[in-house]
């Protein structure tokens, strides 16, 4: 349960290599959560780059994803990133898109 | 935390209308491993038929009041299995190892996934099994053609059961065959008749999967079957005949993947298109991992990944077949390349498919 709102929380998300331990157990020697957050918020940062927005760790449970004009969401987990990335775009992140994945190619 | 592998599985048998789903699923009851299962039925035009077929397992059985189970009512699901769970809690019905649900023929079987893998408290108890869907040879490819409903059960299957194949042409039985390998290229096809019916497996159907010990294996060469070769034979060639827009393909990567771009990717894909990538199941090699790891996802729902104990062979590269409506193997294959490269700059944008 979360402290904070007392919502129930569900299992952590699946993209997390923590909350499967048996799964990730010979990678897990050589990182820890707090790491794997870092390398994430740096990658989706890459990519949210295209839609003018920015992404941080807050206090290692929760992400705040924030437009260039200050508007900004909490989010839990990658999978609310990208709704929440939409609404405040109000467009569609798409990783089909040709644009960004030539983005993503020159490094812009 | 509870490990997903020792929660009490969730198997759903579904099948278009009047495809034998009834008649397969009490077969598979009669085996003996299967003594311990609940069955939730959804009644849907099949009043009372259904229910007397089943009814040695009355003990457990609970009928599902509404119609579809479909997301508007999927609180009846919930409701469902949280009460199952706590009058065997409470010793009002025997212990269960296994719950098997049977859907109706026009319910989308996702739902009944998402509320298994997403309800607060059924996630602590419960966990998807094997999706069996029964296809009727002799009516089979019309359903497949006219119907979304009846293309969606065959394309999320874990495992397909023919019926009804002494009553068709062989000429149509190897058409279906042809249209549910293009639909569903990592699903075994079974044929109900010529086992016999009492000779199905129940373990092979039902029971194994990838997060039984018994069943890793099995899974990884029934999704990769042919293909093992580092060709996409089967895969390349039903998608080239596919008249439908559903299609299977498998991509192979022979550089390690990093699990977090990979996460950020398949996230924004399921985000964006969970409405078109039907199902995702592939056996990666991830950087700094060095037993394989197993991914599975049906639309939006996404289990937890597992693992194998060691690699099966040598091949040592990354496979994921995918399932999608519409969407190209080569966009899929550029877009994770490309997010794959983030993570690894001193790869090129290509991770490298072994089939081109």
Redesign the interface.
Known sequence: MCSLCGVLGGRGHWTESTSTPEAFASRLDATNRRRERQTRTAIANRILKHYGLTLKDWGGSSYILSTKTGRTVIVDNLSEIWIAAEALTQGECDPLDEGLLADLGTGR | ?T??ETLIPINVITGFLGSGKTTVLSKLLRAPDMGETAVLINEFGEVGLDHQLIEHAEESTLLLENGCLCCAIRDDLKTSLRNLFSRCARGEIPQFRRVVIETSGLADPVPIAYTIM?E?VL??HFRLGNIVTVVDAVNGMESLARYPESEKQAAIADRIVLSKTDLCEPGDEAALRAKLAEINGAAPIIDAVRTGLSGLDADTLLAHDIYTPEGKRAAIDAWLGEHDGGHDGGYEDAHAAHTSDVSSFCLWFDDALD???F???????????GDRVLRIKGMLN??????P??INGVQHV??????MTGWPDADRRSRIVFITRG?SRE??E??LA??N???NPAQS?RAGVAAE
Do not use: K
Not at chain 2, 286 to 291: F, P, Q, S
């Open positions: 935390m490990q997903y997403a607060p996630q602590y699990w977090t771009a996460g950020i990717w398949m996230t924004m894909l399921l985000n964006r298109h991830v950087e700094g991992v060095a037993d790891v197993l996404v289990h937890p990944p597992t693992h969407i966009r899929i550029a877009s490309a997010f490269a983030l993570a944008g």
